[in-house]
Structures are given as structure tokens and as C-alpha cells.
């Protein structure tokens, strides 16, 4: 089953986001918004993330880099889309370089704009399952059980394979002396 991509649009005041919002729903996304970096700092600090911000260059109590660096502390990756009411060369290369994924300006006719939203829900997908841990498969697990093999943590965080005990009563007799008995049987007795 395909995620679900969630957009949020990061908006000073009502209205500049209305046909970029009514695009992104014809895409089936999730959508939310935020009037400030406050509210967006909720969203992008949450357990589920948006993938992609759309945000305008000056917000109430910040501005679009003030989002970049929100982004950057998401709990997982997060692309930034920056929304100027001008085209500004340098503008566009300071926010590039600053880490926004890309730079908008509306209006944008709606296959210019559904290319750069699919590139941008694709690579933050990709960067999020590169960092998913990967799970092991249970055949693995089962062959292993099944030749007697278990793994142990070292002290660096790496496996080491355990071979099967020659002595199949060595750890029977280990409880009994740790427990001061002198023999199995007196184990078994208590």
C-alpha cells in the first residue's frame, strides 16, 4: 500500500494558497495548514510529518527560512517549497542554497506545478525509506532458531553468531552454582 502524501501550506494570511490548494487535492493529498511557524513547528514535529511545506516568504513570527531550519528538525524528512510573489534570481538561488527543495511562483500553470510536486513527494519518500529500519525476514529467523544458532550484541552494537552449547547442561549447571548448590540434582530438588 502506497503512502498517503500530506502537504502543508504554511500561510500568513488567507487566500494566496487557493489554487495551489485546489490543485493538490485533485491529487488525493492531505492537506493541512498553518498561519505561522509556530503552528507549523506542531505539524513538522509531530509522529507523522507532512512531506511536503509550501510556504510563503514572510509569515508572522518568521520568515521562509525559519521553516527551512523547523524542516530540518522534522522527524522525518521534509521537503520545503518556497512560494515568492516575484521572480528574483538571486532570491531563488539564496533559498536553493539554504535547502528548499524548490522555489514557486504563482500562477503556475498545472503541469508545471503537479511535475514539481510529484518530484518532491517522490524524493521525500525515497529519503524516507532509506531511513526506515529494515525488518528482517522470518525465514531468516526460522532458519536460525532451526540450526541452533542466536545472535548476541557486542559492546559496539554489533552481532556476533553464538554456535550451539557442546555441552547441552552447561547452563543448568551455571544456575546451580550461582544459586551455591553443589550439583544438578539439588536444582531439580528446589
Known sequence: MEEKIKALLVQA???????LRLALEEQSMEIRTAQNCGEAALALWSDRPPHLVFTEVQLADGNWADLLTLAAKASAPVNVIVVAPLVDVS????????????????????????????????????????????????????????????????????????????????????????????????????
Request: glycine content about 6%.
Open 13 to 19: 494570511r488567507p487566500g494566496p494558497f487557493d489554487a
Open 91 to 190: 532570491f531563488y538561488v539564496q533559498a536553493i542554497e539554504r535547502g528548499a527543495f524548490d522555489f514557486i511562483v504563482p500562477p503556475l500553470a498545472a503541469p508545471e506545478l503537479l511535475h514539481v510536486v510529484r518530484i518532491a513527494a517522490d524524493n521525500a519518500l525515497a529519503r524516507r525509506r532509506e531511513l526506515a529500519p529494515a525488518a528482517p525476514a522470518a525465514g531468516i529467523r526460522r532458519r536460525r532458531a532451526a540450526a541452533g544458532r542466536s545472535r548476541e550484541r557486542t559492546r559496539r552494537g554489533r552481532h556476533r553468531r553464538l554456535k550451539p552449547s557442546s555441552q547441552p547442561h552447561r547452563g543448568r549447571r551455571l544456575i546451580a552454582a550461582s544459586l551455591g548448590l553443589d550439583t544438578e540434582e539439588e536444582l531439580r530438588e528446589e
